[in-house]
C-alpha cells in the first residue's frame, strides 16, 4: 500500500462512512461490541509506538470506526504486538495472552514483531512473537504506516465475522 503525502488526511466522508458500517458490522456479528486492543510492547525500537499513537490523532481517529485501546488485557479482544520477542519478555507477552478472554486474536506489528526485524540474532532476542504465542495476523514494515495498520485490523475483523 502506498499513500501519497497529499492525500493523507483528505478522507472522503462517503469513503469513512463506508469503512465505519463495514468495521462495526464485522466487530458486531464477532463479538457484539466494538473492538477492544491492548498493546504489548516485548522490546521495541519505539518506532511502531509512534504509529500506533498516531491512529488516535484526528487524521485516522481510530474510536470512530469502533476500535479503542484499553489498559488491560482483560477487557482486550486483540493483543497488538510490537518489538522482537526478548528473553525478558516472553513471560509478560504469556501472561497477556493467558488474561485476554476468548474469542482473542494476536496481531504483531512491524518487522521485529514478525521474526525478530533488525534484531534478529541478538543474544537478547528470541525472533517474533510468534515463538512464544499464535499469531493470527502478521503487519509487516519498519514500521508500517497507520493506514496499513488500520487495514489489517479491518481485514482481521471481517475474516473472521464469517
Known sequence: MSLKPETIGQADPETTAALRARL???????????????????????????ELRALNNVVYGLERFGLRFVESPRHAD???????????????LEQAWDATPDPKWVV??????????????????????GLSIPVDL?????????????????????????
Open 24 to 50: 462495526e458490522a464485522a466487530a458486531q456479528t464477532r463479538l457484539g461490541r466494538s473492538l477492544a486492543i491492548r498493546h504489548v510492547n516485548t522490546g521495541s525500537c519505539n518506532g511502531c509506538e509512534q
Open 138 to 162: 502478521k503487519i509487516g514494515g519498519c514500521p508500517p504506516p497507520p493506514a496499513q495498520i488500520l487495514a489489517g485490523l479491518r481485514s482481521l475483523l471481517e475474516a473472521n465475522a464469517r
Open 78 to 92: 486483540v493483543l497488538l504486538v510490537t518489538g522482537p520477542l526478548t528473553r525478558n519478555l516472553k513471560a509478560a
Open 108 to 129: 504483531a506489528v512491524g518487522d521485529c514483531a514478525v521474526d525478530g526485524g533488525v534484531f534478529k540474532g541478538s543474544y537478547a532476542v528470541l525472533g517474533g512473537s
